[in-house]
């Protein structure tokens, strides 16, 4: 299979002038800002800046990439966690040094983005310490764009996930590079169920390889005790398809449909939390080591 590998233009940056305050509005009863710390709209695909142009590009390079035997490939090889050993906490701070080039909102350290989501979580859920919890965790498979990971392309680690091995649809965001995709014209991937059926449970399906699915198996199969939507969230938090369109939902069992109701309320906070206000980690950091204590042993393999 050919594999296109071509690498983001390294001028991106996010243009940050003009910036200024916006009356905050109500979406679905959840207070959020209008526009984003660069003045346009929260995952706003369409305003032209050349990080905007980037995140395009990166688009293109994923939907021709990620296909049926790609993702099952790597879902076999990163199974294996075999990479590394350490705590979680450890894997917060290896976040330092990644910038997600799929995120069109902001371009801080992930380790920010992780603490913005899980206090605006914790202070309005103040009893749920395991979403709280979910919350610091969710995008800690970030790690895979790392050395010591694979290094693996930013394609093939951030950005929306989607079902592979059936039709793509599309919602998914720069649906329009699918073209390219060799699944996209393979009559055994490209119907609406594919290689699945109706109401066979998200579980059963194959999801583009990413940072959501990875550090869904490090969770599982390191027998965390976070409950079923606590694994649910982190690995479909990034399928924006399903819960900000709705596509796919012929796929969901009923374990699912509850288990969206909480991605629903997560999703809030993991979108509209992000914010140049830095939150101090050493204040919040023996809560959060509490918090890990508490669902996960202290050393993980990766």
């Given amino acids: 299979m050919t ?18 305050q916006k009356e905050l509005v109500l979406v679905d009863g959840f207070a959020v800002p209008q526009t984003n ?7 706003d695909y369409t305003v032209e800046s050349a990080r905007q142009q980037g995140v395009e590009f990166f688009y293109k390079i994923n939907h021709f990439n990620q296909t049926y035997d790609y993702v099952s490939k790597m879902r076999v ?11 979680i906490w450890e894997c917060c701070e290896l976040l330092n040094d990644v910038v997600d080039d799929s995120d069109p909102d902001l371009d801080e350290p992930q380790i920010q983005h992780l603490l913005q989501s899980a206090e605006a979580i914790r202070k309005d859920y103040p009893n749920e310490d395991w979403l709280h919890l979910t919350a610091l965790i969710h995008d800690l498979g970030k790690v895979l764009l790392l050395p010591s990971f694979g290094e693996l392309p930013q394609w093939a680690v951030v950005g ?16 329009k590079y699918f073209k ?32 959501d699915d990875y550090m869904y198996l ?24 399903l819960h900000k369109s709705g596509a796919y939902k012929e796929l969901m069992n009923e374990e699912d449909k509850e288990n969206l109701k909480w991605l629903h309320i997560f999703n809030k906070y993991d979108l509209y939390s ?26 993980l393999k990766w």
């Fill in 3 to 20: 594999i296109l590998i071509e690498q983001l233009p390294v001028e991106i940056q996010a243009d940050e002038t003009n910036i200024h």
């Fill in 37 to 43: 710390a660069f003045g346009h709209n929260f995952r």
């Fill in 77 to 87: 090889d990163y199974a294996k966690l075999d990479k590394a050993e350490m705590s």
């Fill in 160 to 175: 929306d996930t989607f079902p592979v091995g059936c039709a793509f649809h599309d919602s998914i965001v720069h649906s």
């Fill in 180 to 211: 390219e995709n060799p699944d996209y014209n393979n009559p055994a991937y490209n119907s609406k169920f594919g290689v699945y059926s109706e109401g066979c449970g998200l579980d059963k399906v194959l999801m583009s390889w990413g940072h």
């Fill in 218 to 241: 490090v969770a599982k199969e390191n027998g965390t005790t976070l409950p079923s939507a606590g694994l649910f969230i982190i690995r479909y938090h990034s399928f924006y398809a």
């Fill in 274 to 299: 992000k914010s140049k206000v830095q939150v101090n980690v050493e204040e919040v950091k023996p809560y959060y080591m509490s918090l890990i204590e508490k669902y996960f042993p202290a050393k």
